[in-house]
């Protein structure tokens, strides 16, 4: 049985519909995965060993100049790729109009999730059949209701396998940086964390001095510090993070692949809800994710030793991507200047008691 899944985007999202196939793959051992992805994401399906054939697609791209992808058949030969085999049932992880847009383009029978449980009821016109599941269950446990049903056999709930094979992840780091790994791994690794400082809205950056202050603690603690970037707003805030402080170390830009071999020769992670935290906690590796607007259990990190530090403010989780707080302004101060603690849901966010909590979370 060959099933096509669409899932083209965002990170966070794609990471969790991992356990679904895993489910489906002891479960069906007839079944065979091809999947539809944003080609920025390609290289995690091809993660997992059910997953035969990864389909990349380029639809924020092509958004950008529409008669560019027209004139050089880009889209085309997307269609072409999609539309080569006739697929036994096309799931559409995604629930917005266009991954059912994709999905109707496939060949095969189409299921989603219905319109009362959809992001985008809109897309439930593409479907051959839809499936109901409830909005208060986390995307984890919702996208493997969706699978177990339209496949028809059961999982265990409290069982969560993301199903990565870490020696499919290739390493595409540089040697020099491979070197560090291959000098002393175990010890390396029991003392490098991981800050997973970028992330998409403003609402969800923790504080920079918050970020710089929490560094000094780690390396005071004996931890080297690794910081990834993926824009130039981010690199400019690991380099702040990183001054004068000569055990944390700005890496070079990372592909997936990369970023993931960094994070499994890690001891853990630290992070903002990011789709990278996601990353880690399908590598099964102990996190302290940091929520201020957002609501960690319908989407947070899922796994083991994955623990969420949610805001006390009142006005918290709003789930904005722009803050509307109107109270008093929240102040706190780095090496003797005061700074405004933006946005201010996450002054209940201490670098001290994050410390603390990793530190806890690593001894259990």
């Known amino acids: ?3 096509l899944i669409v899932k083209v985007s965002s990170l966070g999202d794609i990471i ?3 356990p679904a196939v895993t489910d489906a793959h002891h479960a069906r051992k007839d079944i065979v995965f ?5 080609e920025n994401f390609v290289e995690v399906p091809g993660w997992h ?7 990349p697609i380029a639809m924020r791209r092509w958004r950008r100049n529409i008669i560019k992808t027209y004139l050089n058949h880009e889209f085309r030969t997307f269609r072409q790729l999609l539309q080569g085999v006739h697929y036994d049932l096309v799931i559409d992880a995604q629930g917005l109009i266009k991954s059912g847009i994709i999905s ?13 449980t959809i992001r985008e009821p809109m897309a439930t016109l ?15 446990d919702r996208v493997r209701q969706l699978f177990a049903r339209a496949l028809q056999y059961e999982y265990d709930k409290d069982r969560i396998d993301y199903g990565i094979d870490v020696d499919r992840i ?17 010890k390396s690794a029991e003392k490098k964390v991981i800050f997973l400082h970028g992330t998409t809205w403003s609402t969800k950056h923790w504080p920079q001095h918050y970020w710089r202050q929490l560094a000094q603690i780690a390396t005071n603690s004996g931890y080297q510090v690794l910081l990834p ?4 707003e981010e690199k400019q805030r690991a380099e702040f993070i990183a001054a004068d402080n000569a055990m944390v170390r700005v890496l070079d830009k990372q592909s997936l692949s990369g970023l993931a071999k960094y994070i499994q020769q890690s001891r853990g992670v630290i992070s903002v809800d990011t789709g990278l935290g996601h990353l880690a906690a399908a590598l099964a590796k102990p996190a302290v994710s940091l929520y201020g607007p957002t609501n960690p259990d319908l989407s947070g990190t899922f796994g083991d030793k994955q623990l969420h530090l949610n805001s006390n403010l009142n006005c918290a989780p709003c789930v904005k991507k722009f803050c509307s707080y109107s109270g008093p302004g929240i102040t706190d101060e780095y090496e003797g200047k005061s700074f405004a603690v933006t946005p201010p849901c996450f002054s209940s966010h201490k670098p001290e008691m994050v410390w603390q909590q990793f530190e806890k979370l690593l001894e259990e």
């Open 126 to 140: 593409f479907y051959n059949k839809v499936y109901s599941v409830p909005w208060t269950e986390h995307a984890v």
């Open 16 to 18: 969790h519909t991992l």
């Open 229 to 232: 970037w993926g824009n130039v």
């Open 170 to 186: 290739h390493d595409d780091r540089k040697e020099s940086e491979k070197d560090e790994y291959d000098k002393g791994r175990i």
């Open 104 to 116: 109707r383009l496939s060949k095969g029978l189409t299921i989603g999730l219905s319109n009362r």
């Open 34 to 38: 091809d999947w539809v992805v944003e």
């Open 1 to 3: 049985m060959r099933v």
């Open 49 to 55: 060993p059910a997953v035969e054939n990864v389909i």
